[in-house]
């Protein structure tokens, strides 16, 4: 795709553009908030379970569990 310099174009050729823009974007299927929000909040609370963010990292499995601690003499 070719890089457009919009400060080169005309008011005519930005009108143009912004124009397929927003039939492009009309043509987009939309969807509730409410719903998507009900959505992502059951697929997490189905994956909470095995989520390490939620649930933590066993300290025997941790790889970035210090190995040792720092002594200064």
Known sequence: MPVINVEELTDLDKAKM???QLKTEVKLERAQ?????????????????????VKGIPEEKNPFKEKGGCVIC
């Not at 929000?37 to 390490?52: K, T, V, W």
Request: some cysteine; proline content about 4%.
């Open 18 to 20: 912004e124009v397929t």
């Open 33 to 53: 908030v409410s719903k998507c929000c009900e959505e992502i909040s059951e697929y997490i609370q189905a994956g909470a379970d095995e989520d390490p963010l």
